[in-house]
C-alpha cells in the first residue's frame, strides 16, 4: 500500500535540534580546515550565481575548502575576539564576515590565488533589480537572438510572448518584426522583470560573475593582509564578453 500523502506534523523541536548539529557540525569542520590549510581568505562575490560558484569550488576542490553563505556560523567558528579565536590572529579576519561573503582555505601561494581570481570572470543574465550596464536599443526589422550564431530571428510562435513583454511587433513573413526601434533599456537605471526577461531572451548578459578577495589570513605569522580591490558591483561592464 503506498505511503499517504498528507502532510504531515514535524515537532519543531527535532527542526532546531537538526539544525543546531548541522551548525556545530560545519563549525567543526570549519575549524579543522583552519587547522589543515596555510591561509584562510576572506571573499565576496559580485552577481552571484550558484551554477559559477560551483564551477571555482570544482576547479579547486583538491587543493582548497571554500565556505560560502551562514556568516555567523563562520565567524563564531573562527572566533571574533583574540580569547575566542581558533587559531593565533585569526579573529581579526573573522570580525570582517558580514553579509554575503565566504571563506577560502588553500596553501597554495598568494600571488596565484590572486592572479586566479581576477582572472575567472563569467558574464551572465542581469535579473530584475540590477542596473542596466549600457542602453540598448533593438532597431527595426525582425527582432533577433544574439546567442545563436549567426544570429536568427525568433520563430512567429514567440511573437506573442514578445509583445507581453512590451516589444510592439508584428508578424512579417512569419517572422516577428519590430516597426519601430525599441529602447530596451537606458544605462544606469534600474531593470525590470519583464526588462531581464527580453535581455535573456535575445541573448544580451549585463552582469558579471566573479569573486573578489578581501582579507587573506597566513597560519605561520597570525597576520591578516587586507587585498586591495573587490567583487565590484553588479553592473561590472558584463559584457566584456561583447
Same mark, same amino acid.
Given at each position: 500500500?503506498?505511503?499517504?500523502r498528507r502532510s504531515?506534523?514535524?515537532?519543531?523541536?527535532?527542526v532546531?535540534k537538526?539544525?543546531?548539529?548541522?551548525k556545530?557540525?560545519?563549525?567543526?569542520?570549519i575549524?579543522?580546515?583552519?587547522?589543515?590549510?596555510?591561509?584562510?581568505?576572506l571573499f565576496?562575490?559580485?552577481?552571484?550565481r550558484?551554477?559559477?560558484l560551483?564551477?571555482?569550488?570544482?576547479?579547486?576542490k583538491?587543493?582548497a575548502?571554500?565556505?560560502f553563505g551562514?556568516?555567523a556560523?563562520?565567524a563564531k567558528?573562527?572566533g571574533?575576539t583574540p580569547?575566542e579565536?581558533?587559531?593565533l590572529?585569526?579573529?581579526?579576519?573573522?570580525k570582517?564576515?558580514?553579509g554575503?561573503?565566504g571563506?577560502?582555505?588553500?596553501d597554495t601561494e598568494p600571488q596565484?590565488? %590572486? @592572479?586566479w581570481?581576477?582572472d575567472?570572470?563569467?558574464p551572465d543574465? /542581469?535579473? $530584475?533589480?540590477n542596473?542596466?550596464?549600457?542602453?540598448?536599443i533593438l532597431p527595426?526589422?525582425p527582432?533577433?537572438?544574439?546567442?545563436s550564431?549567426?544570429p536568427?530571428?525568433f520563430?512567429h510562435?514567440?511573437e506573442?510572448q514578445?509583445?507581453?513583454?512590451g516589444?510592439?511587433?508584428?508578424?512579417?513573413r512569419g517572422?516577428p518584426?519590430?516597426?519601430a526601434?525599441h529602447k530596451?533599456?537606458?544605462k544606469?537605471?534600474v531593470?525590470?522583470?519583464?526588462?531581464?526577461?527580453?535581455?535573456?531572451?535575445?541573448?544580451e548578459k549585463m552582469?558579471?560573475f566573479?569573486v573578489?578577495?578581501?582579507?587573506r589570513?597566513d597560519?605561520?605569522?597570525?597576520e591578516?593582509?587586507? %587585498? @586591495?580591490?573587490?567583487a565590484?558591483?553588479?553592473e561590472e561592464?558584463? /559584457?566584456? $564578453?561583447?
Open positions: 500500500m503506498p505511503k499517504s504531515k506534523i514535524v515537532s519543531l523541536t527535532k532546531s537538526k539544525t543546531k548539529e548541522h556545530n557540525a560545519m563549525m567543526t569542520e575549524q579543522e580546515n583552519s587547522e589543515k590549510w596555510r591561509y584562510c581568505w565576496e562575490v559580485g552577481a552571484m550558484n551554477a559559477h560551483k564551477i571555482v569550488r570544482k576547479l579547486w583538491d587543493s575548502r571554500m565556505f551562514r556568516g556560523v563562520m567558528a573562527l571574533t580569547e579565536e581558533h587559531r590572529g585569526i579573529h581579526k579576519l573573522a570582517q564576515i558580514k554575503q561573503v571563506i577560502f582555505f588553500t596565484e590565488v %590572486i @592572479e581570481f581576477d575567472f570572470k563569467q543574465f /542581469a535579473r $530584475s533589480g542596473v542596466a550596464t549600457r542602453t540598448v527595426e526589422g527582432v533577433m537572438r544574439k546567442h550564431d549567426p536568427e530571428p520563430p510562435n514567440e506573442p514578445l509583445r507581453k513583454l516589444l510592439t511587433t508584428s508578424l512579417n517572422v518584426t519590430l516597426t526601434p530596451l533599456c537606458e544606469g537605471k531593470l525590470t522583470a519583464e526588462q531581464t526577461q527580453l535581455l535573456k531572451l535575445i541573448g552582469v558579471v566573479r573578489g578577495l578581501l582579507a589570513w597560519s605561520t605569522t597570525g591578516v593582509i587586507q %587585498i @586591495e580591490g573587490k565590484g558591483d553588479e561592464e558584463a /559584457a566584456m $564578453s561583447e
